[in-house]
Nanobody, 118 residues
Framework: QVQLVESGGGLVQAGGSLRLSCAAS????????MGWYRQAPGKQRELVAS???????NYADSVKGRFTISRDNPKNTVYLQMNSLKPEDTAVYYC????????????WGQGTQVTVSS
């Protein structure tokens, strides 16, 4: 049974920081590309940051220089460090795993709310 469990969301003032965590189980974590997506009310879900199994990272332009994605393979966990938060970062943040074992697989977490007040 695959589980991606996010934690670390909450309410923070603009300029503040939060660290999201996503603990994975039931997947072969060290071969999975992991990502963080977000969805604000009335908007489409968008990619925030991703990290490949080899450690290469990619960021949305809107978060470059403020957010950092990292992974800890022994702990089957991916993190998103969010600094200098802005009200426009307010959204539900979702963890995503994309991996291939005989066939392509993709899994999502349940999401964690991040609210940034001005």
């Amino acid at each position: 049974q695959v589980q991606l469990v996010e934690s670390g969301g909450g309410l923070v003032q603009a300029g503040g920081s939060l660290r999201l965590s996503c603990a994975a189980s039931g997947i072969i974590f060290n071969i999975a590309a992991m990502g963080w997506y977000r969805q604000a009310p009335g908007k489409q879900r968008e990619l925030v940051a991703s990290v490949t199994s080899g450690g290469s990272t990619n960021y949305a332009d809107s978060v470059k220089g403020r957010f950092t994605i990292s992974r800890d393979n022994p702990k089957n966990t991916v993190y998103l460090q969010m600094n200098s938060l802005k009200p426009e970062d307010t959204a539900v943040y979702y963890c995503n795993a994309h991996w291939k074992w005989f066939y392509d697989r993709e899994n999502w977490g349940q999401g964690t709310q991040v609210t940034v007040s001005s």
